[in-house]
């Protein structure tokens, strides 16, 4: 089966530009994430949708983070305005169960931003 | 809130050699324990997991079991090979955090032949 899907692979940016990111699923997964990876760090969790409705987003900076998912399949990511702390590798998975704590996310590649 | 703290990296072994990577967590309730593993230039995947204590999760030759009365989810491998070059994450899910993954910061394996 296809794995996650994102794009683009990598964006350089400067600082107070707009960028997107983009992000298909496995084919039927209900639960989307978006995480940020900082060099060096472990990834941390921006935000979780289930379908197309968002069940955690407490970590996302709301004053220049949003995402949505439109129809509960693919889903954007977008900074507006961009700050050099943004630089980072931004991860899209996605996992077919919800409320299960088993469950298996599948990661996608990753796009790198650096904001410059 | 929920935790993973991994010892630092980067671990330098050589081919053959047994790997340990420690791993704690704090938690609330009962989380499930995962290792992910980031090979270069790829996404990260699962290694293994393990749903409730005593629990061992096992793949490729690494195994880790689920400790609570140490919090401990150490990973382990007895003969470590170049192509086990990687970045290795311990990462917990709660229901207290709609089940995604909480991550550590990453160990970072070399193994030179």
């Known amino acids: 089966e296809a794995g996650v899907a994102q794009s683009p692979r990598y964006k350089i940016i400067e600082k107070r530009q707009s960028v997107a990111f983009w992000c298909n699923p496995i084919?039927?997964?209900?639960?989307l994430y978006w995480y940020q990876q900082i060099l060096g760090q472990g990834p941390k969790l921006l935000i979780q949708f289930q379908n197309n409705g968002v069940v955690d987003d407490s970590q996302l900076p709301k004053d220049r983070f949003s995402a949505e998912r439109l129809k509960g399949v693919d889903s954007t990511l977008k900074i507006q305005p961009a700050k050099l702390e943004d630089s980072a590798v931004y991860l899209c998975?996605?996992?077919?169960?919800?409320?299960?704590?088993?469950?298996?996310?599948?990661f996608g590649q990753g796009t790198r931003l650096t904001v410059v | 809130g929920d935790s993973v703290t991994q010892m630092e990296g980067p671990v330098t072994l050589s081919e053959e050699a047994f790997l340990t990577i420690n791993c704690t967590y704090t938690a609330t309730g009962y989380p499930s324990l995962f290792w992910y593993v980031q090979y270069p230039g790829e996404g990260l995947q699962l290694l293994l997991k393990a749903t409730k204590a005593d629990d061992k999760g096992s793949n490729k030759g690494f195994e880790a079991t689920y400790r609570k009365e140490t919090t401990s989810f150490h990973l382990e491998k007895g003969s470590v090979q170049v192509s086990d070059s990687a970045v290795y994450f311990c990462?917990?899910?709660?229901?207290?955090?709609?089940?995604?993954?909480?991550f550590g910061k990453g160990t970072s394996l070399l193994v030179t032949p």
């Open positions: 990462a917990l899910t709660n229901s207290n955090s709609g089940y995604a993954l909480n």
């Open positions: 998975a996605s996992s077919l169960r919800t409320g299960v704590g088993d469950t298996e996310a599948f």
């Open positions: 084919s039927g997964h209900a639960t």
